[in-house]
């Protein structure tokens, strides 16, 4: 790489750059429309306007309704919220269900109220990446009140089978929350079609800004609130709304929405491409998740004969990630991947490379090539 060049990025599932568009509409509420929704005078008025507008352009995105729309600051928050705010009372009576490759905002919310004495089974995946409906049927019981699922896993981009698995939720009238987080924007999501109770958003997965989000609750299911204050986002989430990012992500959502099928197309087209290209290039090469529906964007690679860390080391004109763990300087493999019946020295040397937007062809050849350099 010559110097002052950036290296080509190829991590859009850890994070996406803002589109131009997204920019346009946040900067009024960083400049001129300063003024706090709650208050009720004109720039109050203007404020407020400009979230309940947003408001509508996020439930447009996930075929929701604009009043099933809760702001939150991310991600992690509306995961919690959506976990902790249904749990009911007493909690130690509460049995839930998750998997055991959750994102650490489930599975260490699970972690924290199993201390508290809530029951918590998580069921495990295939060699696919996919939890059986068979296995949740099993878990489920009288004191189930919810099961919480990841749609598209981050490091493989699996995608679970959710109509099924919301099918067992709904006979049983267990609550089914999905973290949406990678997925929405990239695929088809709808509320009111798929049957799902409580969807988790994050707007800087799909090309909005960091620090917002939103837990999308189905009308009718109880939510107690978990962060105190104000009553602000209907009293269950207290606290001054991030006007700008929320009109930010309200952008994000419009323009995820009017692409979603080009868009999706295109990057299936490029990952096909880098597919190819790595497999003529590197004898023994797999992907994590091949037989399964998966993201458009996402390619899990597991190199033979290398760590993932090792080989991006030498590809510094590449920013990609591994997905796998290290601690004191010894890395582990990644969880998903045991789960998944990968041996643990090929697990080692994952690395995964997602495209977004800003990908071309010339990219996808120019990071194979770097990958498979760095291997001689």
Not at 82 to 104: N, Q, S, Y
Not at 310 to 334: I, Q, R, V
Not at 358 to 372: C, F, G, N, R
């Amino acid at each position: 790489m010559k110097p002052g060049e950036r290296p080509l990025y190829f991590d859009h599932n850890a994070t996406t750059p803002l589109l131009s568009e997204v920019v346009d509409a946040m900067m009024p509420y960083l400049t001129t429309h300063f003024g706090n929704p709650s208050s009720g005078h004109a720039y109050g008025r203007e404020a407020k306007a400009a979230v309940d507008r947003a408001r509508v352009q996020v439930a447009e995105l996930v075929g929701a309704e604009a009043s099933e729309v809760i702001f939150t600051s991310g991600g992690t928050e509306a995961t919690s919220l959506a976990l902790r705010g249904t749990l009911g009372h007493p909690i130690d009576a509460a049995h839930v269900i998750t998997t055991t490759v959750e994102h650490p905002a489930t599975a260490r919310t699970a972690d924290a109220i199993a201390e508290e004495g809530v029951k918590v089974t998580r069921l495990g995946v295939d060699e696919a990446g996919q939890v059986s409906v068979d296995a949740l049927t099993t878990a489920l019981n009288k004191s189930t009140r919810w099961f919480s699922v990841i749609h598209a896993h981050n490091e493989t981009g699996v995608l679970q089978g959710l109509p099924a698995l919301s099918a067992v939720t709904k006979r049983h009238q267990v609550l089914l929350h999905v973290d949406a987080s990678q997925s929405a924007g990239k695929v088809p999501l709808s509320m009111a079609e798929d049957g799902f109770d409580l969807l988790t958003l994050a707007a800087h997965k799909l090309y909005g800004p960091k620090g917002v989000g939103a837990l999308v609750v189905r009308r009718g299911v109880r939510l107690s609130t978990v962060q105190t204050g104000a009553g602000q986002e209907r009293g269950l989430r207290a606290g001054t709304e991030n006007v700008a990012s929320i009109v930010g992500f309200g952008a994000a959502c419009v323009a995820a929405k009017r692409d979603l099928a080009e868009s999706a197309a295109r990057l299936i087209s490029l990952r096909e491409q880098l597919i190819h290209a790595l497999k003529v290039g590197v004898p023994g090469l797999s992907i994590a998740g091949e037989k399964s529906l998966r993201l458009p964007n996402t390619v899990y690679a597991l190199f033979p004969g290398i760590t993932g860390a090792a080989l991006l080391a030498k590809a510094p004109g590449l920013a990609a990630s591994t997905g796998s763990a290290c601690h004191d300087g010894h890395e582990s493999p990644p969880q998903v991947l045991l789960e998944m019946k990968v041996p643990a020295a090929l697990a080692l040397g994952a690395v995964r490379l997602t495209m977004g937007r800003q990908t071309m062809p010339e990219d996808v050849e120019s990071a194979a090539a770097q990958l498979i350099n760095a291997l001689s």
